[in-house]
């Protein structure tokens, strides 16, 4: 699923560069490439593990995955990196993360990999909506009719009012919505390092996971242990090549190259399961893309400007 952690407005680290030099812009173009491949790998291996364990079981190995090679990452910081003056904010967003991430595995047990990954890169305008309610931020006209497009391309996707429609197929959308509501809690954590969210965003989902997980759990065979492993190892690599990039370089160059994503989750869904998206699918994927690269351009536009 697409990370929204790249939405994280945290103060500006050390080494982030407003003006990157081309060769610093070009390999960050490539890192978010292949970020959208691990994304769509770890996404489609989810799907093909939800074949015979629950969805439930399949978001704890994701999680207890990304915890596992997290830790170790941490470099023997652990204590600092679990040192926040906003713990309540870490656990809610923790919670809200796990739930995107549950629903949205809970969807791709039921609709192909390409239309739930097109559904959720609607979060961008979740969170701007969220963001002007709850965090009062002004958000101008032009913004506000590119999010109505981009919904728009939802409603094609899922097509309601037809014979294709189900309910299910919105829980992508859910997804999408906590996962903006996760990202709007971590603007309230101004004074927390990203690692922290880090940390504290896979041990809280895990522990919330683990604690319905009795309830699902299937004895996993050998060849579901390695896929789980897939699901979760693609995932991490993801994480920590969002983290590298997006504290580098400016999100507004990055996020238009992010939707590369729907074509490696197409390729994905083709080469797994033999399904190739619809020309609804295609579509509704176009104009949310076409959307989101205006508001990325837009708000490219209005930086240089001031």
Not at 182 to 211: E, Q
Not at 287 to 301: C, P
Request: proline content about 6%; charged content about 10%; some cysteine.
């Amino acid at each position: 699923m697409p990370n929204n952690d790249k939405n994280n407005a945290n103060s500006v680290p050390i080494g982030y560069q407003s003006r990157p030099d081309a060769r610093a812009t070009l390999i960050g173009i490539g890192l978010i490439v292949l970020n959208g491949a691990m994304w769509a790998a770890s996404d489609t291996s989810a799907q093909f593990l939800t074949r015979t364990l629950p969805p439930i079981e399949v978001t704890w190995v994701r999680y207890a995955i990304h915890v596992l090679i997290l830790f170790p990452w941490l470099r023997g910081g652990i204590r600092a990196s679990f040192r926040t003056v906003h713990l309540p904010y870490q656990v809610l967003r923790g919670v809200f993360a796990a739930l995107s991430a549950i629903t949205f595995i809970i969807g791709l047990n039921i609709i192909p990999v390409a239309d739930a990954t097109s559904v959720t890169f609607v979060a961008p305008f979740v969170i701007m909506g969220l963001a002007s309610v709850v965090l009062n931020e002004h958000v101008e006209i032009r913004r506000w009719i590119a999010a109505a497009i981009g919904l728009s391309g939802v409603l094609i996707i899922v097509q309601p009012g037809t014979d294709a429609f189900r309910w299910t197929a919105l829980l992508p959308l859910l997804a999408a919505i906590f996962g903006a509501a996760a990202i709007i809690t971590t603007r309230l954590m101004p004074h927390d390092d990203a690692k922290v969210t880090m940390v504290y965003t896979g041990v809280v989902g895990l522990f919330v996971l683990s604690c319905f997980l009795p309830f699902y759990w299937v004895m996993p065979s050998v060849p579901d242990v390695l896929v789980g492993f897939a699901v979760g190892a693609f995932g991490a690599a993801a994480n920590v090549i969002t983290i590298i990039v997006y504290r580098r370089l400016p999100a507004s160059l990055l996020a238009p190259f992010s939707y590369s994503q729907l074509i490696w989750a197409s390729l994905f869904g083709f080469a797994v399961f033999g399904v190739w998206p619809t020309l609804a699918t295609l579509t509704g994927a176009l104009i949310i893309a076409g959307s989101g690269l205006y508001s990325a351009w837009r708000e490219r536009h209005l930086a240089s400007t001031k």
